[in-house]
């Protein structure tokens, strides 16, 4: 096993790690996500990561754990992974023509050597205005059950981004460029 391990299942983060020649396993993460709306974005979205990446790193205190969330705000309400199909539709509805934040946190965790760093990266993105109906055929192609705000900036959604300001890799899930450098700081000495 190698010195990394990713403490999630989510496949754009391994192909964003994957893409910048990172070396590193996957032990998914069965921590229990609880979004409390009492708190401001950035410390939900630190809290997330830093749970999942504590879970795993308890079990290999040798390892560094990296963890992430991503966590969607708008005007104090935090869109996570919707349930269904219908959840999708409202978060999007609701999101359609406004601008809202995307904070991903991440977590760095060598249980071996008292290190334990968490960090966000926020960035904003503002949407065009969507139909219903572009909304339902973006629903049922791409079904975003599994991304948070319930849209992929990656995919089919991209027609809607009118613009946005910040790390385009931290709407997709995971700020390579904050991550590299926060990593190299923390681990030079390794």
Do not use: W
Request: positive net charge; contains cysteine.
């Amino acid at each position: 096993m190698e010195l990394n391990i990713l403490a999630s299942k989510s496949s754009r983060r391994r192909n964003l790690l994957d893409k910048i020649g990172f070396i590193f396993s996957v032990v998914p993460s069965n921590y229990q996500e609880d979004f409390n709306g009492n708190i401001p974005p950035e410390a939900l979205a630190e809290s997330l990561a830093r749970g999942k990446a504590m879970k795993v790193a308890k079990m290999y205190k040798n390892k560094i754990i990296i963890g992430a969330d991503t966590v969607v705000s708008l005007n104090d309400k935090f869109y996570g992974k919707p349930k269904n199909s219908q959840e999708s539709f409202e978060m999007l509805r609701s999101l359609s023509g406004k601008s809202h934040e995307v904070i991903t946190g991440v977590s760095l965790i060598l249980l071996g050597k008292n290190i334990d760093y968490t960090f966000n990266q926020r960035t904003i993105v503002t949407l065009t205005k969507i139909t219903d109906k572009e909304i339902l055929s973006y629903v049922r192609k791409f079904n975003p059950i599994d991304k948070a705000g319930s849209y992929g900036i990656q995919d089919g959604f991209s027609v809607f981004i009118k613009n946005i300001d910040g790390c385009y890799y931290n709407v997709m899930g995971f700020p390579l460029s904050k991550f590299f450098h926060h990593y190299k700081m923390i681990f030079k000495s390794l």
